[in-house]
């Protein structure tokens, strides 16, 4: 019998690129189709999904026609409250066979396969999510072993199915083992590290694809699934670039950012005091940050680069207004690291090429890495060189450890590489923009802020 599967994965919410994507995929399917994603569908830096908890995401793949989906990581980043309701509302099956509740209960409306009936065919389809490391204790979850849970999945689900897919959030190097460890996986669908493979191959009898990243390709496969085994006809990828964008995607867009809109721009307070935000120069938008991540993870420092934000906040603070301000979703982080790796980290922090480079990093969706700012330190300085710095009320020692709250974007040594030194990394739920929904609504805050930490100075002071 034939068998048609076209995927995607790691979209990013690219929607408009997924619009394009769309109209290929509803040009390609026929009666031998089923629709995959292999994860990171929803990623909530799009207004769409903040504003409707994540079912934006689910409309527009219920009208394409996708079967089921993976969890990847971007799927759990708005929390799990946010994760349940998309699954438990969901017409189409969110799989993760190793994703728990940081209890290690299990999460609601997430299954750990499913198995669909194609022209007869029984498919079982399984995926594993990608294990968070340091971020599962923040976000609140308890990833297994992703080879043990796939071997699960295989044995419970013995006899019942004629083919199987592992439709994957690990990454292609990963896939690549379990095709040459599992003899009863007939295709892998790769997906988290965006790779794009020009064409479907074969690893040890396992046909696997990779369809790369932000909708800007799709993985189509053609098979003939017979009782003697799986052969592949035709396997690829295809550009959406020179696609129009589908209709409906374009209105289910239009009408839920219109509600989101609506919603998250209820007001949550006013302030007196403008919040306002340079990249270059030390402003107290980006203090107000430092502040209030040192009182959140009470460390010794708080430092985070201005960069994070986009703009600062003059009147009224609303959740839209936090979005637009701070659109990339990083975590508060602790961490320890010695006085030597900070110095270092604020010395180039007087660079202005350092300032304004790219800054690009997992998370980060601001344009420049920007001027370091602190909490519980005071920096004398001329502009060009470093004179002393105070943490708390005592010069800064190299060799000594201090705790530093900061962001996970700076504890990777984004931006700042001495500051990728960290040990004893912990990571909070929250993201940096609820640092300043929490602490933007605080009067000894705002006032906090306006007082500069950076302390201009033409000498040495005794």
Same mark, same amino acid.
């Given at each position: 019998m034939n068998l048609k =599967?076209?995927?995607?994965?790691? #979209?990013?919410?690219?929607?408009?690129?997924?619009g394009r994507a769309a109209s290929l995929i509803k040009e390609l399917k026929d009666e031998s189709t089923?629709?995959?994603?292999?994860?990171?569908?929803?990623?909530?830096?799009?207004?769409?999904?903040?504003?409707?908890k994540g079912m934006a995401a689910i409309e527009l793949l219920q009208s394409v026609g996708y079967d089921t989906l993976t969890i990847g990581n971007n799927e759990m980043f708005n929390g799990f409250d946010t994760l349940e309701h998309m699954a438990d509302n969901s017409p189409i099956p969110f799989i993760s066979n190793n994703l728990y509740r940081k209890d290690k209960a299990s999460v609601n409306g997430v299954k750990s396969s499913v198995i669909l009936e194609k022209n007869g065919i029984r498919i079982l389809i399984t995926g594993s999510s990608p294990d968070l490391q340091g971020f599962n204790?923040? $976000? @609140?979850?308890? =990833?297994?072993?992703?080879?043990?849970? *796939? &071997?699960?999945?295989?044995?419970? /689900? !013995?006899?019942?199915?004629?083919?199987?897919?592992?439709? /994957? +959030?690990? @990454?292609?190097?990963?896939?690549?083992?379990?095709?040459?460890?599992?003899e009863d996986v007939d295709i892998i669908l790769s997906a988290h590290d965006h790779q794009l493979f020009t064409e479907?191959?074969?690893?040890?009898?396992?046909?696997?694809?990779?369809?790369?990243?932000?909708?800007?390709?799709?993985?189509?496969l053609e098979l003939d699934v017979t009782s003697d085994g799986v052969e592949l006809i035709r396997g690829e990828t295809l550009a959406t670039d020179?696609?129009?964008?589908? &209709?409906?995607?374009k209105a289910i867009l239009k009408k839920n950012k219109e509600i989101a809109i609506e919603v998250l721009s209820k007001p949550l307070y006013t302030i007196d005091q403008s919040l306002w935000h340079d990249v270059l120069e030390e402003n107290p938008m980006t /203090? $107000?940050?430092?502040?209030?991540?040192?009182? #959140?993870?009470?460390?010794?420092?708080? #430092?985070?680069?201005?960069?994070?934000? /986009?703009?600062?906040?003059?009147?009224?603070?609303?959740?839209?207004?936090?979005?637009e301000i701070c659109p990339s979703p990083l975590n508060p982080t602790s961490f320890d690291?010695?006085?030597? +790796?900070?110095?270092?980290?604020?010395?180039?922090?007087?660079?202005?090429? =350092?300032?304004?480079?790219?800054?690009?990093?997992?998370?980060?969706?601001?344009?420049?890495? @920007?001027?370091? +700012?602190?909490? @519980?330190?005071? *920096?004398?300085?001329?502009?060009?060189?470093?004179?002393? *710095?105070?943490?708390?009320?005592?010069?800064?020692?190299?060799?000594?450890?201090?705790?530093?709250?900061?962001?996970?974007?700076?504890? !990777?040594?984004?931006?700042?590489?001495?500051?990728?030194?960290? !040990?004893?990394?912990?990571?909070?739920?929250?993201?940096?923009?609820?640092?300043? &929904? *929490?602490?933007?609504?605080?009067?000894?805050?705002?006032?906090?802020?306006?007082?500069? !930490?950076?302390?201009?100075?033409?000498?040495?002071?005794?």
């Open positions: =599967i076209i995927h995607t994965n790691d #979209m990013h919410s690219h929607f408009d690129a997924f089923i629709v995959l994603d292999g994860g990171d569908f929803a990623d909530f830096k799009s207004i769409e999904l903040q504003g409707t204790d923040g $976000l @609140g979850v308890h =990833i297994t072993d992703y080879k043990e849970a *796939i &071997r699960e999945e295989l044995e419970r /689900n !013995r006899g019942a199915y004629d083919l199987c897919i592992l439709l /994957n +959030h690990v @990454g292609t190097v990963a896939d690549e083992e379990l095709a040459n460890e599992l479907a191959k074969v690893v040890s009898g396992t046909v696997m694809n990779s369809a790369g990243c932000y909708g800007e390709y799709i993985g189509v020179s696609s129009p964008v589908d &209709r409906e995607v /203090n $107000l940050i430092a502040d209030g991540l040192q009182d #959140m993870l009470k460390c010794d420092l708080g #430092m985070i680069n201005s960069g994070v934000v /986009n703009a600062g906040a003059f009147q009224m603070i609303s959740h839209k207004k936090l979005i690291i010695q006085g030597k +790796h900070i110095r270092k980290a604020i010395e180039e922090s007087l660079d202005v090429e =350092i300032c304004l480079a790219d800054g690009k990093g997992p998370g980060f969706r601001g344009k420049f890495v @920007g001027r370091l +700012h602190v909490s @519980g330190a005071e *920096i004398s300085h001329n502009g060009q060189e470093i004179f002393s *710095i105070l943490i708390g009320s005592e010069p800064l020692e190299d060799e000594k450890w201090y705790s530093v709250a900061s962001s996970d974007y700076l504890q !990777r040594g984004s931006g700042y590489d001495s500051l990728g030194h960290a !040990r004893n990394e912990k990571y909070l739920p929250e993201e940096i923009r609820d640092v300043i &929904r *929490i602490y933007g609504g605080r009067e000894d805050f705002i006032k906090r802020a306006q007082v500069n !930490r950076w302390k201009e100075s033409s000498s040495i002071t005794v």
